[in-house]
Each structure stands twice: as C-alpha cells, then as structure tokens.
C-alpha cells in the first residue's frame, strides 16, 4: 500500500490550497481518513479527520477555514484550506487508519508554505 499526497507550495497569506492523498494497493476496509501537519523540532498534530460514515473533526485552529473530504471509491482524501495564515505552514501527512487487522498508512507528506 502507498499513499500518494500531492498539492502542496507556496501562497500568500489569505491564499488557498488543496491538497489531495490517494492509496493504491489493497488497502483494507478504511475505518478513518486523516490529514497532520508536522513543523521541524515540534510533533506531528492532527489538522482534520473524516470517519467512515463521513463525520468530521478539524483542530481549532482551522475550523471554519479548512474542509476535508473524501471520495470511497478512488481510496482518495481531499483537504481544501482556504485563508491561509503563515501559522498553517508545515509539512502536511496523510493518514488512513485501517480494519481488520488495525493499522496506519501515512503519506511521506507535502510541504506548505504560506508567506506574510
């Protein structure tokens, strides 16, 4: 299985990206879905997650700016981010949590950078 992440760069502050994540492979039946941001020198943090049944949890941070979305049948996780502020830079991982047996596959992440 490889997750393969792709849309990141650079934007101004106020800009918008989206980032998308596809798995290839037999990769199971998918319990979640999940995009985290990681900065150097500090852990990785969750940024949104979509379940199986489609609910959504997103950080505080980006509630109201962030949506993440999923197509089940393309194996594919969508994160749009819009009003970018420079605090939302960092290297942005995919994560597919899996059933049966439980697993994660995570992406080797995209970078994002947003200027002041």
């Known amino acids: 299985v490889q997750l393969q992440a792709s849309g990141g760069g650079l934007v101004q502050a106020g800009g918008s990206l989206s980032l998308s994540c596809t798995a290839s492979?037999?990769?199971?039946?998918?319990?979640?879905l999940g995009w985290y941001r990681q900065v150097p020198g500090k852990q990785r943090v969750v940024v949104a997650v979509?379940?199986?049944?489609?609910?959504?949890v997103y950080a505080d941070s980006v509630k109201g700016r962030f949506s993440v979305s999923r197509d089940n049948a393309e194996n594919t996780i969508y994160l749009q981010m819009n009003n970018l502020k420079p605090e939302d830079t960092a290297v942005y991982h995919c994560?597919?949590?899996?059933?049966?047996?439980?697993?994660?596959?995570w992406g080797k992440g995209t970078q994002v950078t947003v200027s002041s």
């Open positions: 979509i379940t199986a049944v489609g609910s959504t």
């Open positions: 492979g037999n990769i199971g039946s998918i319990n979640a």
């Open positions: 994560n597919f949590n899996v059933i049966g047996p439980r697993r994660d596959y």
